[in-house]
């Protein structure tokens, strides 16, 4: 399987459709991070719901996906911040979406973040995937969310440092 699926189920990658970044630019560390944790309670709410229909009633994303999604909320209005931040930066490639998201209000946005995380991955994960995204997710769990963001940024910069940098991806800059 490959990573990208596995991280892109998870919500551990971070390709918003809405926006197409720049190739020279660039998210740091902290910034992926804050986008990471902000997005992973979404982003897990949207396996859960494109998998549904393939996992078993004893699955992890079934039985305790919603308490994870719930737990990993709990840091969104810390993360909110410097996610919004990476989340404009990104939008900066679009001069039209960049406006329209930077002129929003912040309640506003959150929701549309919110919103365009859980949809694309409910909608982008192949479901013939879904029992080891299922397995991934669980196996990531008992990591503080702080840790599981971390891991996520360390897993996307793993993944595309050998390929070249594509709009609409996110990149992470090198330290």
Known sequence: MRLAAILAATALTIQPTVARAEESSCL????????????????????????????????????????????????????????KTAFLAMSKGNEGAGKIFSSLPDSSLREMVDVVFEGMVAQQIPVDDCDKIDNFVRILAPLPPKNTAELVVLLIGLSTASKSEKPGKLAICKS
Not at 32 to 47: D, T
Not at 67 to 77: C, H, N, S, T, V
């Open 28 to 83: 740091t560390s902290k910034q992926a991070g804050s986008l990471a944790g902000y997005a992973l309670p979404s982003v897990i709410s949207g396996a859960a719901k494109r998998c549904s229909a393939t996992l078993t009633d004893t699955s992890f994303l079934k039985t305790d996906g919603p308490a994870l999604a719930e737990r990993y909320a709990a840091r969104k209005d810390a993360t909110w911040p410097a996610a």
